[in-house]
C-alpha cells in the first residue's frame, strides 16, 4: 500500500528542477548545468560570470579583476559599481571634502584625516570609497605655462569628446572597493579618453594615486597628463580631489518624476524633504530647487521713516531653478558657490527717503545636503548707492522636486 505522504513527496521531487539554462540578450542557450542527484546542488561555472581562480577580482570588477558590466570597464582601482541614476548607489556618508579657499598644489602628496571611523581595513564603509574629482587644466604655449583654470569631467563610454568638459571613459564618480583600500598600497586611478579632444598628437592621461593609510587617514596625488601637439602646446592636467566618500551598493529603486515635490512652503533655511529616501536614491538626477522670486528689503535704517526696496529674482538675473546633480547628493557635503558662472545683473531703483537702490552681488552662497534635508545659505547684497554699507537679503527656497537630463 503507497502511502500518502510518499505520493506528496514524489509529486513535489518531480516538481523539482534537474537544472538550469543560462540565456544570451537574444535568447539564446549559452551555458546549461544540471543538478547532482547525490547533493542536490547545481553547479555554475564562474568563468560563465566573467571571473574564475585567476581572477581575484571576481565579478564586481575594481582593480584586480573581472568586471560584471562589460559596457562599463574598469580603470584601474576605479570600477563600476552600480548605477547611480537607478538608485543601486546608497549609504553615502562625507569622509572628507576639500576646502575649496585654500590653494595647493595637485602634484604634492596630501595627507587628509577622514570625518568617519572606517576600521583599520576599510571594513566599517560598506562596500567601499567613492571620489568626486576635477581637474586642473594648465594652458602650455611652446612649454610654457599660461592660464589656469578648472574642467570638469563629462563620463561618456562612447568617448565623444563634450565643449567644456573633459571627456572620460573612466567611471566616474569614481568607485573604489574596501577589499582594494583594505591592501593600504598605492592605488592608481588613471583618467582615460578623449578629455578636451585638443590633438591627440601626444596625449598622456591624468592619473590620482590613492592610499588608505590604516589609521583613518588617505594619502593622495596627481600625476600629470596632457594633450600637446607634438611641440608642447597644448593642455596639462592634474587630478583634483573634491570629495570622498563611503558607498554601499543595492538593487535599483523606483524614481520620483519630477511632479512630485519634496518641499513646497517657505524657508530661508532648513527643508526637510518629505518623499526622499535616506540617500537620494530616488531622486532620479538630482534635485531642482526653485526660490522665491518676490522680495522686500526694509531700508529703514537708511532713511527717517519707513522704507522698502523691492526686487524680483528675474530683475537680477536669478530666475533660473538651482540644480543639483545626484553624484553630490552626499549627506554631510556642502556645495559651494552654487551661481557659479552666473553674473548678476546690477538692478536699482529710486526710494523715496534714501535714495537709489541697487542689487549689487551676491552675498552668502551655499547649500548643505543632510539626512532626507538640505539647508541653504544665500543671499544677495542690497546696497544704497551714496550711503556706506549695505543689507543683506536672505533668498527662500519654495519648491524641491528631482529633475531629469
Known sequence: MVNVIDNEARKRSSMMPVGIKIIDDKGDVAHTAKTDLDTNYISLESKWFGSSSNNTGGNTGGNTGGNTYPNQPSAGADYYAGSLADGEITERYLLYQRDESVAEDPKTPKTVTLLKDVGTKFNMAGDGATLLLHLQKTLMTAGAKGTVSDIELNYDTNNVAKEGYFTT???????????????????????????????????????????????????YYSVTGYDTDGNTTGANYEVVVDAIATFSVQTAVAQLPASVYFFNGSTDSDATLSGASDFYENAMDGLELNLESSYSVNMSAYSSRSAFFDFNLNDIGLSSPIRIPKDKLIVGLTLNNVFKGIKIIDYSEYVDGVGGVSVNGI???????????????????????????????????????????
Open 169 to 219: 571613459t573612466s567611471v566616474y564618480p569614481v568607485y573604489i572597493k574596501s577589499t582594494d583600500l583594505a591592501t593600504t598600497n598605492e592605488l592608481d586611478i588613471p583618467i582615460n579618453g578623449i578629455g578636451e579632444n585638443l590633438s591627440s598628437k601626444n596625449f598622456l592621461a591624468p592619473h590620482l594615486k590613492l592610499k588608505f593609510n590604516g589609521d583613518g587617514t588617505m594619502t
Open 363 to 405: 552675498g552668502k552662497n551655499s547649500i548643505k545636503i543632510m539626512d532626507k534635508s538640505i539647508s541653504i545659505d544665500i543671499s544677495v547684497n542690497v546696497k544704497p548707492t551714496d550711503k556706506n554699507g549695505s543689507v543683506s537679503q536672505e533668498l527662500r527656497l519654495a519648491k524641491v522636486s528631482t529633475f531629469k537630463n
